[in-house]
């Protein structure tokens, strides 16, 4: 395989572990939002917003620790920052829509508020994984060098033994496995 189809290997890795984070946050934003609605007079949005704020923490530990924990750790104010910035972006598109659906259009039922609640996650969620990737959780240089190097070995090494003479054998020294 070519050095292109292990950048999309490592992509769907990444999207893999974003979502399995993103799944439990979209748990808890939908319990705590669901309870409040049905357990307080809180108003729909404001209840809302708390939800995808609890949400918010949990996703923060998840992406640090688990999605993202290979990531550079160096500047943590500054991941922090940017995180709860995104964050913050997000929770406007969310609760944009939910605003928009229920002053805008009048659709304030439950099953109208849960539909609406799952376009928002929807749209935030697409701005939050390219935010995410790309401010927040930087990819350290040298692993993403290592990473593209090893699959361009694997394809020169493939090319090398498709056009060696049939049953002939390719070998390189194994690489070091990096541990992150």
Same mark, same amino acid.
């Given at each position: 395989?070519?050095?292109?189809?292990?950048?999309?290997?490592?992509?769907?890795?990444?999207?893999?572990?974003?979502?399995?984070?993103?799944?439990?946050?979209?748990?808890?934003?939908?319990?705590?939002?669901?309870?409040?609605?049905?357990?307080?007079?809180?108003?729909?949005?404001?209840?809302?917003?708390?939800?995808?704020?609890?949400?918010?923490?949990?996703?923060?530990?998840?992406?640090?620790?688990?999605?993202?924990? +290979?990531? +550079?750790?160096?500047?943590?104010?500054?991941?922090?920052?940017?995180?709860?910035?995104?964050?913050?972006?997000?929770?406007?598109?969310?609760?944009?829509?939910?605003?928009?659906?229920?002053?805008?259009?009048?659709?304030?039922?439950?099953?109208?508020?849960?539909?609406?609640?799952?376009?928002?996650?929807?749209?935030?969620?697409?701005?939050?994984?390219?935010?995410?990737?790309?401010?927040?959780?930087?990819?350290?240089?040298?692993?993403?060098?290592?990473? +593209?190097?090893?699959?361009?070995?694997?394809?020169?090494?493939?090319?090398?033994?498709?056009?060696?003479?049939?049953?002939?054998?390719?070998?390189?020294?194994?690489?070091?496995?990096?541990?992150?």
């Amino acid at each position: 395989m070519g050095q292109g189809s292990s950048g999309l290997r490592r992509l769907a890795h990444e999207i893999a572990k974003f979502g399995a984070v993103g799944a439990l946050g979209t748990v808890v934003n939908f319990g705590v939002s669901n309870l409040l609605w049905h357990l307080t007079s809180l108003q729909a949005v404001r209840a809302n917003v708390i939800a995808t704020v609890v949400a918010i923490g949990v996703n923060y530990l998840g992406f640090r620790y688990f999605t993202y924990r +290979d990531r +550079d750790k160096s500047a943590r104010t500054r991941e922090l920052t940017l995180f709860l910035a995104f964050s913050t972006v997000g929770l406007v598109i969310e609760n944009g829509v939910l605003y928009a659906a229920i002053y805008g259009f009048g659709w304030d039922s439950s099953l109208q508020r849960n539909i609406f609640k799952v376009v928002g996650i929807g749209l935030g969620t697409l701005f939050r994984f390219w935010s995410y990737r790309s401010w927040v959780f930087r990819a350290l240089p040298a692993r993403e060098a290592v990473a +593209d190097a090893e699959a361009f070995l694997e394809e020169a090494d493939t090319a090398a033994a498709t056009a060696a003479e049939p049953g002939a054998e390719i070998t390189r020294p194994k690489t070091r496995q990096h541990v992150g």
